[in-house]
Structure formats: C-alpha cells, structure tokens
C-alpha cells in the first residue's frame, strides 16, 4: 500500500497586499459598494452633519487592511505549527483567518491561501487521527475539508474517506484502548525478556503475569 501525500503545508505568497495600486482598487471597490447597495445617503447633503464619504471609505479600507493583516498573522503562525508537526493548532490558525476577513475581492487571496492552508492540514491531522484509530473524529474532519466551500475535489481527502470504508485498509474494530494495550504488552514482553536474560525468574514472571493481565490469549507469555 503506497503512502498517501498531501501537498505541501507551506504555500510561499511573496505579494504586497497593501500596494498603491491595490488601495486606489479598495477605495474604488468600497465606494462602488456603498452607492449600488444605499450604503450612500444622498439625503445627509441637506443634514447639518453631512456624511463624510472620503472618511468613510478611509476607514472602510483601514478595517480591511487590519483584517488582511491579522489573517496574514494566523496563517504564519499556523505555518510554524504545521511545521512542527502539530497540526491540530495549525487547523484552529487556520480557521481563525479563513473567518476573519470579510468576502471581497481585495480579500480573496488571503482568503483563499487560509482555505487551502486549511484543507492540507486538515487531511494530515485526519491521517494521524487514523492512526490512533480514532475513526470518527478523522472522517468528521475530512467532511469538513469535502465541503463545497472548502474543497470537494480533494483527491487525498476523498482517497482517506474511501479507505475509511474498506475494512482492508483500516480495521475499525480497532480502538485506542486496544492500540494503548498492545504498547503496554510490547513493553512488558521486552521487560520479561531482559529479565530472563539476566536470570531473573521472578521478575520476568512478573512481567508475563501482568502481560496476562492485559491479554490473556497472548501466546509469547
């Protein structure tokens, strides 16, 4: 059985988001928004406080640029947990800045890069879930990444969840109690063991005792 390889966790993204250009964009976008969706009242020009477009667009484009930028923060720090293997963290990093930022196209990449960030450490987290023959916790999570907002077409996902179902793969009469007691009786044995080499009888009896304890057909004991 050849092993599953999800794409790389780390995803380079060299842009520079707040470019003069890109803001001129923001500024056109979110004044565009305003008039197509009544966000203008033309009506305030008789008020003796007018409304400020310019001031409201300067501050629309702030918040979004902070939010640009606190999502651009979670994904680094996702990064440097995938990196180290903790993928359970890395995913709440992700999720963070997935739903931190409002949709717009301004905010489409960043957005985007979150997602996919997402989904890749999401199917690594899944795969250590199975090892651990925590079944259902790993296929929750690869329905999470199968979402039509996420990733339906993820090939490594689909893969695992397939394989989730076919008993040749991945024994689900397996548990993590089972898996924790086959440690324990691994341990005992190599402790029975070097006892008997060391012509401690009574030690190694011991440990066989206890293998019995934990597995009472174990045919080494």
């Keep these: 059985m050849s092993k599953l390889q999800p794409q790389s966790m780390i995803i ?3 842009n520079n988001v707040f470019s003069p250009s890109l803001i001129c964009s923001i500024r056109i976008a979110i004044i565009t928004i305003f008039f197509v969706n009544g966000g203008l009242d033309i009506s305030a020009q008789k008020s ?7 001031g ?4 629309e484009i702030s918040r ?3 939010q640009i930028l606190e999502a651009e923060k979670l ?4 990064d440097t947990l995938a990196e180290t293997g903790n993928f359970q963290d890395a995913i709440s990093k992700f999720i963070q800045a997935y739903n931190g930022i409002n949709p717009s196209p301004i905010s489409d990449d960043t957005r ?7 989904a890749n450490a999401a199917v690594l987290r899944s795969k250590e879930l199975i090892d651990l023959a925590e079944f259902v916790s790993a296929e929750e999570l690869l329905d999470q990444v199968l979402q039509p907002s996420i990733d339906p077409k993820n090939k490594t996902a689909l893969l ?5 179902q076919d008993p040749e793969w991945y ?3 397996r548990t993590p109690e089972h898996l924790e007691n086959v440690k324990k009786v691994r341990r005992l044995l190599k402790l029975a063991s070097g006892a008997d080499q060391l012509g401690d009888f009574d030690k190694s009896m011991k440990y066989y005792t206890d293998v019995l304890r934990i597995d009472k057909t174990n045919t080494a004991a």
Excluded: Y
């Excluded at 409201?56 to 501050?59: A, L, Q, S, Y």
């Excluded at 695992?160 to 989730?164: F, N, V």
């Design 12 to 14: 380079k993204d060299n």
């Design 48 to 54: 003796d406080k007018p409304a400020s477009v310019a």
């Design 56 to 59: 409201t667009v300067e501050g």
């Design 64 to 66: 979004r640029q902070t």
């Design 75 to 78: 994904i680094s720090d996702g």
């Design 112 to 118: 985007d890069l979150a997602r996919r960030k997402f």
């Design 160 to 164: 695992l969840k397939e394989r989730l």
């Design 171 to 173: 024994n689900q009469a």
